[in-house]
């Protein structure tokens, strides 16, 4: 006869403890759902402050053709700001966007535009050589970087800018959002970047941890770049950004985002591209953050719930904290996508959240096992301190 009482005992445990997860991961998403209520209260605010208008650089990095690009590009170029650069910077002379930005050099000329051809190899990663290449021809001490897929407002300067006036800020990101999903994968990505990364960054600024920055859209001063190394300093990880900005924080500078959301266009080829890019999305925390990634399993309340409920073999009460969870999770996206970012027509995407969500949980088990990366077609190791390397160079890192 089988001793079911030890069994009853795990199971008992089991649920308890996935019990105060869920309870922990439906309070962050609560808070989530208040933070994306105040967010409009805090851009009208924003609004409202003194304008600091010094001369600025901003930088574009591009490599190849990509959708939306050149009305992207285009954007940096009409920005309503008095005295500014953009650099654009590709690191090939064959690389087939460079005709875009010779046009774009013609028409807005050179006081505005600089195209730079640079060949830089500081370290293993791409954007940080693109812009090594690019920042010898910045002529201003603010500098900018903006990454190529991400459309640009006429009064973005004005707002990313602003805070510097501060001598005491090191470095100033903006939200960013996506932007024309077209197929399901798309719109799967849609959600991971808005529903989730922005909502859980707005609860992040409600308990005011902003020890962090957000390299698609940052600004800081040149002295402050020379301050922590360089570029060089940072061409071999993986999270160049989150890098820069806590070398910033060593400086005892302070990191700010601003209420401001830029537009990053989704653009994937393929559902299989997608679904790399979403252990790619876990693996990129994983590496900047690993508190922060192992934290992120209680955000996953949907599969949390479904994992409680066959353990309680989807009683009344366990089917319950599953449809109270999913309910819990649309709300959150409705409120994030509709209210706080205004993208009305985003909404017809959130039935899509709870496929969604039961798919990361293996998401987040992949990234915490997997220890390469695919970042622009080429496979790395990736180090437990979130530099990238070449595979064959892995077990001398």
Same mark, same amino acid.
């Given at each position: 006869m089988r001793d079911t009482s030890l069994e009853m005992t795990v199971i008992s445990a089991l649920e308890l403890i996935l019990s105060s997860v869920l309870s922990l991961g439906g309070a962050a998403w609560c808070g989530a759902i208040y933070a994306g209520l105040r967010f409009p209260g805090r851009q009208r605010q924003?609004? @409202?402050?003194?304008?600091?208008?010094? @001369?600025? =650089?901003?930088?574009?990095?591009v490599c190849g053709l990509e959708k939306n690009l050149s009305f992207n590009l285009r954007t @940096?170029?009409?920005?309503? &700001? !008095?005295?500014?650069? /953009? /650099?654009?910077?590709?690191?090939s002379a064959h690389d087939p966007a460079l005709p875009l930005l010779r046009e774009?050099?013609?028409?807005?000329?050179? !006081?505005?535009v600089c195209v730079v051809v640079g060949d830089v190899h500081l370290g293993m990663n791409g954007k940080v050589d693109n812009l090594a290449g690019a920042l010898p021809y910045a002529r201003h001490?603010?500098?900018?970087?903006s990454d190529s897929d991400v459309g640009l407002k006429p009064n973005y300067l004005r707002a990313i800018v602003a805070p510097l006036q501060d001598e005491t800020v090191g470095g100033v990101s903006t939200f960013f959002r996506g932007k024309d999903a077209g197929p399901w994968y798309e719109q799967m990505e849609l959600l991971t970047l808005d529903a989730d990364h922005f909502g859980m960054a707005l609860f992040a600024g409600l308990l005011k941890i902003d020890d962090f920055c957000f390299g698609a859209s940052f600004a800081f001063r040149r002295e402050t770049l020379e301050r922590i190394g360089g570029l060089p300093a940072v061409a071999n990880?993986? /999270?160049?950004?989150?890098?820069?900005?806590?070398?910033?924080?060593?400086?005892?500078?302070?990191?700010?985002?601003? !209420?401001?959301?830029?537009?990053?266009?989704?653009?994937?080829?393929?559902?299989?591209?997608?679904?790399?890019?979403?252990? &790619?999305w876990d693996q990129n925390t994983r590496a900047a953050r690993p508190l922060v990634f192992a934290a992120s399993l209680i955000l996953r309340i949907i599969p949390l719930s479904l994992l409680l409920a066959a353990l309680r073999g989807f009683d009344a009460w366990g089917v319950g904290v599953v449809l109270g969870s999913i309910a819990l999770r649309? =709300?959150?996206?409705?409120?994030i996508i509709g209210l706080a970012l205004g993208d009305l027509a985003s909404l017809r995407s959130l039935w899509l959240i709870p496929a969604k969500d039961v798919l990361s949980l293996f998401w987040f088990f992949r990234a915490m096992a997997k220890r390469t990366v695919v970042w622009r077609g080429v496979e790395f190791a990736l180090t437990s301190d979130g530099r990238f390397i070449p595979p064959k160079a892995q077990g001398e890192a």
């Amino acid at each position: 006869m089988r001793d079911t009482s030890l069994e009853m005992t795990v199971i008992s445990a089991l649920e308890l403890i996935l019990s105060s997860v869920l309870s922990l991961g439906g309070a962050a998403w609560c808070g989530a759902i208040y933070a994306g209520l105040r967010f409009p209260g805090r851009q009208r605010q924003r609004h @409202a402050a003194t304008p600091y208008l010094p @001369a600025v =650089t901003l930088l574009k990095p591009v490599c190849g053709l990509e959708k939306n690009l050149s009305f992207n590009l285009r954007t @940096a170029c009409t920005q309503d &700001y !008095p005295d500014y650069q /953009v /650099v654009y910077s590709v690191q090939s002379a064959h690389d087939p966007a460079l005709p875009l930005l010779r046009e774009l050099e013609r028409e807005f000329g050179a !006081p505005r535009v600089c195209v730079v051809v640079g060949d830089v190899h500081l370290g293993m990663n791409g954007k940080v050589d693109n812009l090594a290449g690019a920042l010898p021809y910045a002529r201003h001490d603010i500098l900018v970087i903006s990454d190529s897929d991400v459309g640009l407002k006429p009064n973005y300067l004005r707002a990313i800018v602003a805070p510097l006036q501060d001598e005491t800020v090191g470095g100033v990101s903006t939200f960013f959002r996506g932007k024309d999903a077209g197929p399901w994968y798309e719109q799967m990505e849609l959600l991971t970047l808005d529903a989730d990364h922005f909502g859980m960054a707005l609860f992040a600024g409600l308990l005011k941890i902003d020890d962090f920055c957000f390299g698609a859209s940052f600004a800081f001063r040149r002295e402050t770049l020379e301050r922590i190394g360089g570029l060089p300093a940072v061409a071999n990880y993986l /999270v160049e950004d989150n890098e820069m900005g806590q070398r910033i924080l060593r400086l005892g500078l302070r990191l700010v985002t601003v !209420p401001y959301v830029v537009d990053t266009t989704i653009d994937l080829r393929s559902a299989g591209r997608w679904w790399q890019k979403m252990t &790619y999305w876990d693996q990129n925390t994983r590496a900047a953050r690993p508190l922060v990634f192992a934290a992120s399993l209680i955000l996953r309340i949907i599969p949390l719930s479904l994992l409680l409920a066959a353990l309680r073999g989807f009683d009344a009460w366990g089917v319950g904290v599953v449809l109270g969870s999913i309910a819990l999770r649309i =709300t959150a996206g409705a409120v994030i996508i509709g209210l706080a970012l205004g993208d009305l027509a985003s909404l017809r995407s959130l039935w899509l959240i709870p496929a969604k969500d039961v798919l990361s949980l293996f998401w987040f088990f992949r990234a915490m096992a997997k220890r390469t990366v695919v970042w622009r077609g080429v496979e790395f190791a990736l180090t437990s301190d979130g530099r990238f390397i070449p595979p064959k160079a892995q077990g001398e890192a």
